[in-house]
């Protein structure tokens, strides 16, 4: 995997091993860039399919933030569009953890784009990856397959049955 660092203190070689054990991203490029904020450290990348290029940011100055994550929205009854979110607050207190998370995002999106030729949108699927595996030393696309499946609930299974038999 091609990984560039231009984030001042973090070389390519130590990107790379930042990220080992994590599926490819095929012939993209990975790009570590730093990230500027002006109130509080936050994640930002993004997954740029047309150069064929992955941009992870890293907040500078780095300082342990929180982050909430979104993995899971359940539409509510009734009329319009709103939904009940399921999220976790995540505790980011090294470089490394942001990196992992932030590129195991954006590798679900490649995932969904580029191997499964389906739309790259799917934010609740992407953060559910990343918040399942970003600490895991070894991920392969069988979790990415994981992600992807939704869970029933207790109710749904009875449901499901009660059509069937």
């Keep these: 995997m091609v990984v560039q660092s231009e984030l001042t203190g973090l070389s390519d070689a130590e990107a790379r091993r930042i990220l080992d054990g994590l599926p490819r991203a095929g012939d993209y490029e990975v790009v570590v860039k730093p990230l500027r904020y002006r109130t509080r450290p936050h994640l930002a990348a993004r997954c740029e399919f047309e150069e064929h290029r992955i941009v992870l940011q890293v907040p500078v100055p ?25 999220s976790e607050t995540v505790s980011f207190r090294l470089r490394r953890e942001v990196l992992r998370f932030l590129y195991c995002h954006e590798w679900m999106h490649w995932y969904l784009y580029e191997a499964l030729g389906k739309r790259s949108s799917a934010e609740t699927a992407c953060d559910r990856f990343a918040l399942r595996n970003f600490r895991r030393p070894q991920v392969t696309t ?10 029933r609930t ?12």
């Design 62 to 86: 780095f300082r342990p933030f929180k982050e909430p994550v979104i993995f899971a929205a359940r539409r509510k009854r009734g009329p319009g569009m709103r939904f009940a979110w399921a």
């Design 154 to 165: 207790s109710a749904t299974s009875t449901r499901s049955r009660a059509r069937v038999g």
């Design 142 to 151: 069988a979790d990415a397959d994981e992600a992807l499946r939704r869970r």
